[in-house]
C-alpha cells in the first residue's frame, strides 16, 4: 500500500492526508442535498453500531430491572464485568490489529513512531500500559458507576421511564440527537480542562499521548472521567428510556477506541481502505490549543476560531493566536 497517494510524509516522520477535514453539509450554505443526506447517511451507520452493541447489552447481560431496585454489590459487579469485558474486546482488537500485528505497518499512521515502551512520562514507563490503567482501573468504573445509578433511577420510576411501544417516535427523535449533545457536551467540558489549573491537575494525562493509539481514547484523569461520562445526566432531565441512557454511555465509553487510533485510514484489502476521521482530534494531540470538539460535525471550533485542518495556514493562524495570548497576558501583569 503506497499511502503518498493520499499524503505526504515529513522528514520528521509526520504524514498528513491531502484531505483536509471539512464540516458537516448540514453547516454549509447553500444546502447540497446529496452531499447532506450522504453525511446523514454515514452518521446513522456510525451511531447505528453503539446502538447495536447498547440492545445486545440490554437484552442479554443486564440484570433484571426489579433487581436493580436497590443497590446490591451482585449485580453492580455484573455490569463492571460486562463493560470491563467491552473495553478490553473494543479497544483491545484495535490495539492487536494495529499496534501488535502492526496489519497495515505503519501505512497511513499520522505518527511514524509507535507507542513509548521506555519513558519516564508513563506510568510503568510504556505509554500503552500507563493507557490500559487509566481505561480499565478508572474509565471502567466510572463508566459503571453512572450506569449502576441511572438503572437505579429508572428501576424506582425517580425519573420518568418513557416506554417504545407509548412514544416510538418521540423516542428515536431523541436517540438520533444524543450523538450531537454528545459532542456538545464534550467541547464545553473539554473547553473547560484546558484553563490552568485544570489542565495541569487533570487533562494532562490524556495529553500525555501526543502520539495517540487506541488505548489512549479513555486513558483519562478519575475527575476527568467523572466530568465526560456525566453527559449520561441529560437522562435525569430529559424523559427517556433506559435503552438511550445506556446507548449514552456506550458512546462515552466506546467511542474514543476508533477516536484514537492514530492512523488516517484503514486498509481492508488490498488497495481497499476506509478513513477513520481521525485526523481532526489527532491534531488537537500535536498542538493541543486546537480542535477541542471531537470532530468538525458540529463547526464550535471554526465559529470560536480554534479550528485547524493540518494546512500550513491554519498552522500560522494558530501561532498568532498563541502569540497574541501571551502579549495580552504580558500587558495585564
Ligand atoms: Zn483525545
Ligand atoms: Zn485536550
Same mark, same amino acid.
Given at each position: 500500500?503506497?499511502?503518498?497517494l493520499y499524503g505526504?510524509?515529513?522528514?520528521?516522520?509526520?504524514?498528513?492526508p491531502d484531505r483536509r477535514p471539512k464540516r458537516a453539509p448540514i453547516f454549509i450554505w447553500p444546502a447540497q442535498p446529496k452531499a447532506i443526506l450522504l453525511w446523514l447517511f454515514g452518521y446513522l451507520k456510525y451511531n447505528f453500531a453503539f446502538v447495536?452493541?447498547?440492545?445486545?447489552?440490554?437484552?442479554?447481560?443486564?440484570?433484571?430491572?426489579?433487581?436493580?431496585?436497590?443497590?446490591?454489590?451482585?449485580?453492580?459487579?455484573?455490569?463492571?464485568?460486562?463493560?470491563?469485558?467491552?473495553?478490553?474486546?473494543?479497544?483491545?482488537?484495535?490495539?492487536?490489529?494495529?499496534?501488535?500485528?502492526?496489519?497495515?505497518?505503519?501505512?497511513?499512521?499520522?505518527?511514524?513512531?509507535?507507542?513509548?515502551?521506555?519513558?519516564?512520562?508513563? *506510568?510503568?514507563? !510504556?505509554?500503552?500500559?500507563?493507557?490500559? %490503567?487509566?481505561? #480499565?482501573? /478508572?474509565?471502567?468504573?466510572?463508566?459503571? $458507576?453512572?450506569?449502576?445509578?441511572?438503572?437505579?433511577?429508572?428501576?424506582?420510576?425517580?425519573?420518568?421511564?418513557?416506554?417504545?411501544?407509548?412514544?416510538?417516535?418521540?423516542?428515536i427523535a431523541?436517540l438520533s440527537l444524543l450523538p450531537v449533545?454528545?459532542q456538545?457536551?464534550?467541547?464545553?467540558?473539554?473547553?473547560?480542562?484546558?484553563?490552568?489549573?485544570?489542565?495541569?491537575?487533570?487533562?494532562?494525562?490524556?495529553?500525555?499521548?501526543?502520539?495517540?493509539?487506541?488505548?489512549?481514547?479513555?486513558?483519562?484523569?478519575?475527575?476527568?472521567?467523572?466530568?465526560?461520562?456525566?453527559?449520561?445526566?441529560?437522562?435525569? *432531565?430529559?424523559? !427517556?428510556?433506559?435503552?438511550?441512557?445506556? %446507548?449514552?454511555? #456506550?458512546? /462515552?465509553?466506546?467511542?474514543?477506541?476508533d $477516536?484514537?487510533?492514530?492512523?488516517d485510514r484503514i486498509?481492508t484489502?488490498?488497495?481497499k481502505h476506509i478513513d477513520t476521521n481521525n485526523y481532526y482530534?489527532?491534531?488537537?494531540?500535536?498542538?493541543?490549543?486546537?480542535?477541542?470538539g471531537s470532530s468538525l460535525t458540529i463547526p464550535l471550533d471554526e465559529w470560536?476560531?480554534?479550528a485547524?485542518d493540518g494546512s500550513?495556514?491554519?498552522?500560522?493562524?494558530?501561532?498568532?493566536?498563541?502569540?497574541?495570548?501571551?502579549?495580552?497576558?504580558?500587558?495585564?501583569?
Open positions: 500500500m503506497n499511502d503518498t505526504t510524509r515529513d522528514k520528521r516522520g509526520y504524514w498528513t447495536a452493541i447498547s440492545l445486545v447489552a440490554w437484552v442479554y447481560l443486564t440484570p433484571s430491572v426489579e433487581a436493580m431496585r436497590e443497590f446490591g454489590v451482585g449485580w453492580v459487579s455484573l455490569i463492571l464485568l460486562r463493560n470491563a469485558a467491552l473495553a478490553l474486546l473494543v479497544y483491545g482488537g484495535w490495539h492487536a490489529l494495529l499496534y501488535i500485528r502492526r496489519r497495515q505497518q505503519a501505512d497511513f499512521k499520522y505518527n511514524a513512531k509507535w507507542p513509548d515502551t521506555n519513558s519516564s512520562t508513563f *506510568l510503568f514507563g !510504556s505509554q500503552t500500559a500507563e493507557n490500559v %490503567f487509566w481505561t #480499565m482501573c /478508572s474509565g471502567v468504573p466510572v463508566w459503571t $458507576g453512572y450506569e449502576a445509578f441511572t438503572w437505579w433511577m429508572f428501576a424506582n420510576g425517580y425519573i420518568p421511564y418513557v416506554e417504545f411501544r407509548a412514544h416510538p417516535v418521540y423516542l431523541l449533545w454528545h456538545l457536551h464534550f467541547y464545553v467540558i473539554h473547553r473547560l480542562i484546558h484553563m490552568g489549573p485544570l489542565y495541569r491537575v487533570i487533562h494532562k494525562v490524556h495529553h500525555n499521548n501526543v502520539n495517540p493509539g487506541p488505548w489512549s481514547g479513555l486513558s483519562m484523569h478519575t475527575f476527568e472521567h467523572i466530568i465526560y461520562f456525566s453527559s449520561v445526566l441529560i437522562h435525569l *432531565l430529559v424523559p !427517556s428510556n433506559p435503552m438511550l441512557a445506556i %446507548f449514552q454511555l #456506550m458512546l /462515552s465509553a466506546l467511542s474514543p477506541a $477516536g484514537h487510533l492514530g492512523f486498509v484489502a488490498k488497495e482530534h489527532y491534531l488537537h494531540h500535536r498542538y493541543f490549543e486546537v480542535n477541542y470560536f476560531g480554534t485547524h500550513q495556514e491554519a498552522d500560522e493562524a494558530m501561532y498568532k493566536r498563541i502569540k497574541a495570548r501571551k502579549y495580552a497576558r504580558g500587558l495585564s501583569h
